[in-house]
């Protein structure tokens, strides 16, 4: 019995010195699997005047040169202008950085402001060739929704009518009843004078000015609008604020 024992204990011990350890195991499956795992997740740092919006599609690239914006196509250099005055600048017939002081960006281009190619009272910029209102003209006043012409002195709007003053037309003494006007001593009515000022018009009135790169469709040289690229900039040039 006694040798059966003593052979058990040396055969466990014989098995318990062959096993790996634990420990150590761990340690080294982790310690490679994070070397994998950082080479993996290793970039290089964006070259000296560029950012990480510029990661994009295209042949065209800006850049920070000291005090320069600098535009490159395909590599080669094609213009460098101060950063305090690169908003406007048009370059290769197709790009322009950052809309000038008299553009507007509109669908990703810079087109001449409306209130400029229209009047102050189309200011708005619907599509590429559409200005448009949002809002009565200085001629016009609001009235339930709509925009009717204003009324001659002492005459006042309701809808399509414009009504006289009582006061105005039949005297002080006279007081408002709607359709006419009234004294109340002695008793008198009085007609009251109204006239047709027309149709109202939606305050929302879209203008339209030829088609493709012409009428309302330029930009502030009065060509096509150019693609604004400020955007692939590597820092903000304060463009269009």
Sequence with gaps: MM????????TLSVCVLAMPSTKSYNNDHYSNRNKVTNMNNETSPPE??????????????LKLEGNDICAYDRGSKVLCVNVKKACGTKFLAAYTIGCADDEERFAGNCFKK??????????LRTTSWTCARNGCTSSQEYDAGLCYPKCKEYYIGVATLC?????????????DMGLYCYRWWPPHSCYKPRYDRGVGSLPYQPWTNGLGCSGFGVNNEGGC?????????PIDLGCNK
């Design 3 to 10: 040798k059966t024992l003593v052979l058990f204990f040396m």
């Design 48 to 61: 000296e005047g560029t950012s990480l919006l510029q990661e994009i599609d295209t042949d065209i690239k």
């Design 114 to 123: 409306c209130s400029l190619l229209a009047n102050k009272d189309f200011p």
């Design 163 to 175: 009504w006289g003053y009582c006061s105005k037309f039949c005297g002080k003494d006279y007081s």
């Design 225 to 233: 609008p150019l693609e604004d690229i400020s955007y692939i900039a």
